[in-house]
């Protein structure tokens, strides 16, 4: 990240890091390390909205998970017996897709166009 921020340094107005890691600890040192040099860090992968939507002190937006969009009637948008299967028995299965229960969660941030600075994060589900 340190590369990429020293190359692309001036070369753009926002910057938003999607961190891509299971445990929550990780995101959040990412957030507390980067702080201040990019606007919004928010974490993904575990499929499981966190509740920790917040502005870090020196302005930057964070949530540890947005979670996902989809079915929340099975395991993380599968069906929940191809997953029952896949632990229970310990072999590999197609995850098929759950379905009803549809939502969709994120967050909205906004960054000051002239401070550059996050100034609002909410969390969203609908």
Same mark, same amino acid.
């Given at each position: 990240?340190?590369?990429?921020?020293?190359?692309?340094?001036?070369?753009?107005?926002?910057?938003?890091?999607?961190?891509?890691?299971?445990?929550?600890?990780?995101?959040?040192?990412? +957030? =507390?390390?980067? !702080?201040?040099?990019?606007?919004?860090?928010?974490?993904?992968?575990?499929? /499981?909205? *966190?509740? &920790? %939507?917040?502005?870090?002190?020196?302005?930057? +937006? =964070?949530?540890? !998970?947005?979670?996902?969009?989809?079915?929340?009637?099975?395991?993380?948008? /599968?069906? *929940?017996? &191809? %997953?029952?299967?896949?632990?229970?028995?310990?072999?590999?299965?197609?995850?098929?897709?759950?379905?009803?229960?549809?939502?969709?969660?994120?967050?909205?941030?906004?960054? &000051?166009?002239?401070?550059?600075?996050?100034?609002?994060?909410?969390?969203?589900?609908?």
């Amino acid at each position: 990240l340190e590369k990429i921020l020293d190359r692309e340094s001036g070369s753009f107005d926002v910057s938003i890091v999607d961190f891509h890691a299971e445990a929550t600890g990780e995101k959040l040192a990412i +957030g =507390f390390a980067y !702080d201040g040099q990019i606007n919004i860090i928010f974490g993904t992968h575990t499929h /499981v909205q *966190t509740s &920790d %939507i917040r502005i870090l002190k020196k302005n930057t +937006g =964070f949530i540890t !998970d947005l979670g996902m969009c989809g079915s929340h009637n099975g395991v993380l948008g /599968v069906r *929940t017996e &191809d %997953i029952i299967k896949k632990f229970t028995e310990r072999i590999p299965v197609k995850f098929n897709p759950a379905h009803g229960n549809v939502k969709l969660t994120g967050a909205f941030f906004e960054v &000051d166009p002239k401070t550059k600075k996050c100034t609002r994060a909410e969390l969203v589900e609908a």
